[in-house]
């Protein structure tokens, strides 16, 4: 996958004579994939606090 050099940019996919992805999708997976790693951290740790029935349904709830 080629990425842009162009940094000012505002767009997140560039076709011009060909496929490239910008620096902000990049940016934009990377915070993504943190944010999934770090709500699949917390679920252990809710369920040591409380083992309600209730925090399953919450919990598929926060991870979609």
């Given at each position: ?25 990049l ?38």
């Amino acid at each position: 996958m080629r990425i842009s050099k162009d940094v000012n940019n505002k767009k997140f996919i560039v076709i011009n004579e060909k496929f490239c992805i910008t620096l902000l999708l990049l940016s934009l997976i990377t915070i993504e994939l943190t944010d999934i790693i770090f709500e699949v951290d917390s679920v252990p740790a809710i369920f040591s606090i409380n083992n309600d029935f209730l925090l399953y349904f919450l919990i598929i709830f926060y991870l979609y």
